[in-house]
């Protein structure tokens, strides 16, 4: 029998929430886009720093906040 782990690193960046039923407090993420990859966790910080740089302009950007698994990527 053959055995092997697969480690897949992944994320969601967003930028904020916005109402998707204020009378019930249900909301929904704005612009979500999922980032994952079975490769190095140096990739994936790489896919993770080229989509920022691409989206936004990260000078003029005044907070990023980066949530976690505890796992150490």
């Known amino acids: 029998m053959i055995s092997f782990a ?3 690193k ?3 960046i967003y930028e904020g929430w ?3 039923n204020p009378a019930k ?3 929904r ?3 979500p886009k999922v980032i ?3 490769n190095s966790s140096k990739e994936y ?3 993770v720093d080229n989509f920022l740089q691409k989206t936004y302009e990260i000078e003029k950007v005044g907070l990023f906040v ?6 150490r990527y």
């Open 45 to 47: 910080w790489e896919k």
């Open 29 to 31: 993420l704005k612009n």
């Open 66 to 71: 980066f949530g976690s698994d505890e796992m």
């Open 10 to 12: 992944n994320g969601c």
């Open 6 to 8: 697969l480690s897949i």
């Open 18 to 20: 916005e109402a998707k």
């Open 25 to 27: 407090k249900e909301y």
């Open 36 to 38: 994952a990859t079975t």
